[in-house]
C-alpha cells in the first residue's frame, strides 16, 4: 500500500444491529461470498468456491487452515465462604500456566473473570457442572483477569473435565446463551488441536464435501495451528494506532505446511489463507525477504495494518469484522481502506451476515487503495 492510515476512526463504518449474525447459516456453504477485486464487489456463495479458487488465483492454488480446536472455556462457578456458596461468578480460560499431568493433576490458567466483586487471592469457587474439579483463586490480576488454580484426578486432566462442565465461548455480540448446536457449529471440521477460545471463522464455512470439491479442482490443503484466544475481540482504545499493542498469540507450522508453501512459491501457485489467523501465523513465520514461513514454535504479537507487505499469503478468504477493529486493519492492508469501507457499506446494503456466524469474503490477491 502506498500510504498508511494510523487513526482509529479511520477503521469505522455503520452496521443495522440486525445483520450481526446470532445463529450459524443452516448449511455451512450457504453462506453468502463477496468477491472483491480491482473492479469492485462480486456476489457468490461460498459453495462456489471450487470454481472461484482456481478461476481467481490460478491452477494448484494451495489453501492454508487453522486446526485449532474450540474449547468449552466458559466456566460457572460461585465463592465459597467455608462451605458456603457464595455470589456468582463467570470465567473465561485464556492461557496455561502451568501444569502437572498424572492421576490427581494440577492445572493453572490466567483467566477473564465477571463477578460482583474482585476475587480475593486464596478463595475457592464452587464450578458448576457434574463432577467439578477444585478450583481457587492465586491472584487477581485486575481489569477482570485473575489466576486460577483448578486440580482433580483422573486421566485428559482440565480439558476432560471441561467437556462435562463448561460451555462453548460464544463472542460477546452473539447475544444468546450457547446452545446444543453451538458445539458443532462454533468448531470447524478440520478443527484438530485443542487450545482456543474462538473460532476461526473463515473455516465455519467448509464442509467436508466442499473440501472435497476444492481437491478434485486441483487446491491442496495444508494447516497450521494458532489457539485464537480472547484478545480478538478486544476493542482497541489508542486513536494512534502506532501505540496499540497486540495481544500475542502461539502458533505452530508443521514442516510439512512450510514444505508445501516452499513448493508452490517454486512452481509460482498462489497461497490461500482461510482466516486472518492464518495470516499472523504465517507472515509472523516470515522473515523479510523470504516469502516461506519457518517451520516450528512461535508467538505472533504482529499488528497487521496499512502499509504493509505480505510475504508468505497472496489472498485470503475472511468473515467480515467489527469496525475499529485490528482484525479490519489486517483486512484493508490487503485490500486498502477505502476499497474495504466501500464494499463493506455494499455489503451492509445488500443484507449480508457479519461477524463468527455471518458471510464470507474473498480477496483474491493484494490490491492498492483506492485513490482520495
Not at 507450522?253 to 497461497?271: D, F, K, L, M, N
Not at 514454535?297 to 505480505?310: T, V
Request: aromatic share 6%; proline share 9%.
Amino acid at each position: 500500500m502506498k500510504q498508511g492510515v494510523d487513526r482509529l476512526s479511520d477503521y469505522d463504518y455503520q452496521l443495522p444491529a440486525e445483520q450481526v449474525a446470532q445463529v450459524p447459516a443452516p448449511q455451512r456453504d450457504g453462506a453468502r461470498l463477496m468477491v472483491l477485486g480491482p473492479e469492485g464487489p462480486r456476489h457468490h456463495r461460498v459453495a462456489d468456491l471450487p470454481t472461484l479458487v482456481p478461476a481467481l488465483l490460478g491452477e494448484g492454488a494451495l489453501l492454508v487452515v487453522n486446526d485449532t480446536r474450540v474449547i468449552p472455556a466458559r466456566l460457572l462457578a460461585r465463592k465459597l465462604h467455608g462451605d458456603v456458596p457464595g455470589g456468582a461468578v463467570e470465567l473465561l480460560l485464556c492461557d496455561p500456566v502451568e501444569q502437572e499431568t498424572g492421576e490427581h493433576w494440577q492445572e493453572t490458567w490466567r483467566c477473564l473473570y465477571r463477578a460482583r466483586r474482585p476475587l480475593r487471592p486464596g478463595s475457592a469457587l464452587a464450578l458448576a457442572g457434574d463432577s467439578p474439579p477444585a478450583a481457587e483463586v492465586v491472584c487477581d490480576e485486575g481489569g477482570g483477569r485473575a489466576v486460577v488454580r483448578f486440580s482433580g484426578q483422573g486421566s485428559g486432566g482440565l480439558l476432560a473435565a471441561l467437556e462435562r462442565i463448561g460451555q462453548v465461548p460464544l463472542p460477546p455480540y452473539i447475544r444468546r446463551p450457547p446452545g446444543p448446536e453451538d458445539a458443532g457449529r462454533y468448531q470447524t471440521v478440520y478443527a484438530r488441536v485443542p487450545g482456543a477460545v474462538a473460532a476461526p471463522t473463515a473455516g465455519l464455512h467448509f464442509t467436508e464435501e466442499l473440501l472435497a470439491a476444492l481437491e478434485s479442482h486441483g487446491v491442496r490443503r495444508v494447516s497450521i495451528t494458532l489457539h485464537v484466544g480472547p484478545g480478538t475481540f478486544a476493542p482497541v482504545h489508542e486513536e494512534d494506532l502506532s501505540r496499540h499493542v497486540m495481544h500475542a498469540e502461539r502458533y505452530h507450522i508443521p514442516e510439512e505446511t512450510a514444505e508445501a508453501i516452499a513448493q508452490a512459491r517454486r512452481a509460482g501457485r498462489r497461497v490461500l489463507a482461510v482466516g486472518t489467523t492464518v495470516v499472523r501465523a504465517l507472515e509472523s513465520a516470515t522473515l523479510p525477504g523470504q516469502n516461506v514461513p519457518r517451520p516450528g514454535w512461535g508467538e505472533s504479537a504482529l499488528f497487521i495494518r496499512p502499509p504493509y507487505h505480505f510475504r508468505a499469503v497472496d489472498a485470503l478468504l475472511t468473515n467480515f469484522h467489527l469496525p475499529r477493529s485490528t482484525l479490519l486493519m489486517l483486512v484493508s492492508a490487503l485490500a486498502g481502506r477505502r476499497r474495504v469501507l466501500a464494499a463493506y457499506a455494499e455489503a451492509v446494503r445488500a443484507g449480508y451476515r457479519f461477524y463468527s456466524y455471518g458471510d464470507a469474503m474473498l480477496i483474491p490477491s493484494p490490491m492498492e487503495d483506492l485513490p482520495e
